[in-house]
């Protein structure tokens, strides 16, 4: 066995550390956990660990978070956006913002301390190009959270097309895995199948649909809802359409049903010989075979392209709905203190805007972590493993 000892404040926590490596048996790491058991020690809470290291002020919050992220990561993009974060990209811009929040405040308030010097700490004109340029800097990173939220929670892509047709074969293909039901008997596919793919580093969750048919079964009927209801949350369709078969009604019937979604047209089946008529398709097709795998690795890199993956390679952020909405809210409440700062002239207008730029602030200390309810804490916490 062997005892590392990190003192603090130099430990992940901050507090002084000592961890215990031995060889993995089960038997051996039960045996030296009973004894530390025994010495005093007690198990640890899922994400304990990490929820020291943020109360010893070691993280914040945006970095204790990055931690969960990393270790829930299944793309490199994801990866490495969790990485950055828990570097403190977010938290040095976030803080950035905030110094100059608080520089502004503390003059506005002198100003309003002091009223007989008028706006004599701060210049009207000076004020609202000041708010300006942290409206700016909180848009762009609303911005980078939105991105960050699709590469945290990643993409859907439907594949949708009528019976027979072959989703179930291209949805194996693009997962490399045969996971979803493949058969001969048209309309047998009566369950949604998701399988989370990598493409182009992003983490997209294929779903393989009924299909679109109108039916009166009632298995299929509801195989055929649950199609529509996933069509409202994709990110992208692929249509299948089979080329050693004339295009049917069905067919067209879909192509019609998918025009107002970002959509790629795939024409499956290129190992047959092409009996699809000479009629021309609304959207370019790309020809796959899900048999023999033909063309499958250029339609996996045009399913990146249609998501812009590059665009999400370039600077890769992470963040969940809690920080788009904090931030959003200090948008706002920007927007509204540069609306009070232009009323110039009119009483009590830093007033108004200390009272908005103190709660642009307060947004901002909440997805820091520095200023955030106790249960909210312990919610974001508890989805940690044990051990971290
Ligand atoms: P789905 O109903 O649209 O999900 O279609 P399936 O994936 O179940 O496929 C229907 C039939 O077409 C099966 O017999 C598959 O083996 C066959 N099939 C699917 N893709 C191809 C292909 O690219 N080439 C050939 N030759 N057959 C295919």
Redesign the pocket.
């Known amino acids: 066995m062997v005892a590392t000892f990190f003192p603090a404040p130099a430990s992940y926590t901050g507090e002084d550390v000592v961890e215990l490596s031995a060889h993995g048996s089960p038997v051996v790491l039960g045996a030296i956990v009973s004894e530390a058991i025994q010495a005093g020690a007690r198990l640890a809470e899922p994400g304990e660990f990490t929820l020291r290291a943020f109360l010893n002020g070691r993280i914040d919050l945006l970095q204790a978070e990055a931690v969960a992220d990393l270790i829930d990561a299944v793309t490199p993009i994801q990866a490495r956006a969790a990485f950055d974060q828990l570097e403190g990209t977010s938290t040095r811009a976030i803080a950035a913002i905030d110094a100059a929040l608080f520089d502004l405040i503390a003059r506005l308030e002198a100003s309003v301390d002091f009223p007989e010097e008028g706006y004599h700490f701060v210049q009207p004109e000076t004020l609202a190009s000041a708010i300006d340029d942290l409206i700016d800097r909180t848009a762009a990173l609303v911005a980078d959270a939105r991105r960050g939220r699709m590469i945290r929670e990643g993409f859907q892509v439907a594949i949708v097309?009528?019976?027979?047709?072959?989703?179930?074969?291209?949805?194996n293909a693009l997962a490399g895995a045969a996971r979803?039901i493949?058969?001969?008997v048209?309309?047998?596919?009566r369950d949604l199948v998701t399988e989370l793919v990598d493409v182009e580093g992003l983490p997209v969750t294929l779903v393989?649909t009924a299909?679109l048919r109108e039916t009166n079964d009632p298995v299929e009927i509801e195989g055929v809802d649950r199609t529509r209801r996933a069509l409202s949350v994709v990110d992208l369709v692929l249509v299948?359409l089979?080329q050693?078969e004339p295009l049917t009604e069905s067919d067209e019937h879909i192509l019609l049903q998918t025009s107002d979604y970002k959509r790629l047209v795939v024409i499956?089946?290129?190992?047959?010989p092409s009996r699809r008529g000479q009629r021309s398709l609304p959207s370019p097709g790309f020809a796959?075979?899900?048999?023999?795998g033909d063309g499958v690795a250029e339609l996996k890199r045009q399913i990146g392209a249609a998501l812009d993956a590059e665009s999400f390679r370039d600077r890769p952020a992470t963040a969940n709905v809690r920080h788009i909405a904090l931030l959003e809210n200090a948008h706002e409440a920007l927007s509204r203190a540069r609306t009070a700062a232009l009323a110039d002239g009119q009483s009590l207008s830093e007033e108004f805007v200390l009272v908005d730029l103190q709660s642009a602030r307060a947004a901002f200390e909440e997805v820091s972590g520095r200023r955030v309810p106790d249960d909210l804490l312990a919610e974001i916490f508890s989805r940690f493993c044990i051990g971290k």
């Open positions: 097309g009528r019976p027979n047709v072959g989703k179930s074969s291209l949805f979803a493949v058969t001969s048209p309309g047998t596919t393989d299909g299948v089979d050693s499956n089946k290129t190992d047959l796959v075979s899900s048999t023999t």
